[in-house]
């Protein structure tokens, strides 16, 4: 059972719609179920032999009567608004259980606490089988404001009571952090406009991207306007510092033509000036990160640094913990950009999804996860995808997901724990699209028998307690491919395996020569690391040293322009 409060000023407004057809004529037997006085609340849906607009006229003026008491001096945004609408699926309700819920809820969120006779008034119209709207106007008998301090978190507490006491599906509790949910006015709009998503979303989800590529505060004005997306910044009338700013979407005007504008906080809390500037320190150009000769640096870099994430997500230290889930929304924003295979799609509906996983109630650490943001922001200046790499990256990303929706889990984080879970599925079915080609295309390339025998007796004595279980494991012809290729980049394979099967257990992988796999694939080239450091102290570079200049980043790139609108 989902509430929804909000606030207005036009009361009139609000009851002609209620009792009228709805946008698309979806409003069928309109009536009030519950009121403040039901034998002194005209009903518009229950009177046939008086007009609609004479009813409308009365009810207004009985349910506004407290405000014109004031003698005109309406306090601002008066109206008190909170749909409540069952979850898809649950049984039908009738008029009477409608009433106790409407009751219920205008008691918890203090509009009007049940035995109190100066309580404001209220009605609550039904006009469709799965909600019920309550309206409500904030003035009482005695001239005084209602107590409705957090009334949007006393409503959704008050609904999970009702969910368990009624036998309705049981949702998830917030805590304050979800983004504003678009309107049903924003949903009409999208969808006379023949779009699949509002405006809100759309620009909550490039803002999310841009953020994660740039490097700064002007360069995340400075792209999101290069996607056609108005930026209105809000100056301190001292400093003349940034203080706010607002977007908006290009095309979605008003009925006036002016723009329609959404300020960063209200499209996400961590979308605000300040929250951004937390992960979005003002770093000058030559800060950013340099020429690389190895292409695969970058997803080799984000591929280690998720690796550490993991770690810290069982350190116990909450903070980091959830600065690096900050990040690692960033790094599968990037991730999406930086693939061109088939399985993109569902890397970007992943990033979409972690979003809301991303933030919690906990005050996130973002200093603890300079490295992970650092290569993330590589990420996305990279001009090439690495084939065996790439999937090393998206398997270490499915094993970070799946534990972040544990970590949530376990504090209770209901809202972020199922999101974390759906980005998992999604990256699991990336995975699953491209990882048995690669893994396949290696045991095809396995080395002979001779070879496969002398890493058989390595694994036995680096892993002894695993050994039966990687020996037998399907992948376990892959890996031997694997360890052939490390070991002529200049590692030793018994030390190596000994090496990534401690980084971190293997006894709960159900394929634990996949794991190893994946995780040496990530292992640097030593050979080539030690011609880099060689080149280096000879004072020679293999390329002489130039102005950084990365590729276009992952969110101006022509197939991330294009509005979903």
Known sequence: MVPDVSTGSDTRGLIAYLFGPGRRDEHTNQHIVAAWDMTGAPDPGRAPEATYTLLAKRLDHHVDLRTRELGGKKPPRHVWHCPVRTAPGDRYLTDTVWAEVARRIVHATGIAPEGDDKACRWIAVRHADDHIHIMATTVRADGRRPRTHHDGRRAQAECRKIEAEFGLRRLMSSDLTAPRTPTGAEHAKAERQGQTVTARHWLREQAYAVAAAVHNEADYFTVLQSLGIKVKTRLGPETGDVIGYSLAAPGDTNAAGEPVWYGGSKLAPDLSINRLRERLPDQEVADRPPYVADPTDP??????????????????????????????????????????????????????????????????????????????????????????????????????????????????????????????????????????????????????????????????????????????????????????????????????????????????????????????????????????????????SARPATPHSPATPAATRPEERSRHR
């Open 299 to 540: 997803w080799r870099h984000t591929t280690t640094a998720i690796h550490t994430a993991h770690t810290v997500l069982d350190s116990g230290d909450d903070a980091a913990a959830q600065g690096h889930l900050a990040a690692f929304g960033d790094a599968l924003h990037n991730i999406a950009a930086a693939t061109t295979s088939p399985h993109r799609a569902e890397l970007r509906a992943a990033a979409m999804a972690f979003n809301r996983a991303r933030r919690s109630a906990t005050r996130a650490d973002h200093q603890a996860a300079t490295a992970l943001r650092k290569a993330a922001k590589e990420l996305a200046y990279a001009s090439s995808e690495p084939g065996g790499l790439a999937i090393a990256l998206l398997f270490a990303t499915v094993h970070l997901a799946r534990a972040a929706a544990k970590w949530h889990e376990q504090r209770g984080h209901e809202q972020q724990a199922a999101a974390a879970e759906e980005a998992f599925r999604h990256l699991q079915a990336g995975y699953q699209q491209a990882g048995p080609t690669v893994l396949a295309d290696l045991a095809r390339r396995a080395p002979r028998a001779a070879t496969a025998r002398r890493f058989e007796q390595d694994v036995r004595a680096a892993l002894p307690d695993h050994a039966d279980r990687i020996l037998t494991d399907p992948a376990w012809a892959a890996l031997t491919a694997t360890l052939a290729h490390a070991e002529t980049a200049g590692h030793s394979p018994r030390r190596l395996l000994a090496e990534v099967g401690t980084q971190r257990e293997l006894d709960s992988a159900e394929h634990p020569a996949e794991v190893l796999n994946w995780r040496i694939t990530a292992q640097p080239n030593r050979r080539t690391q030690a011609a880099r450091s060689r080149s280096t102290i000879s004072g020679t």
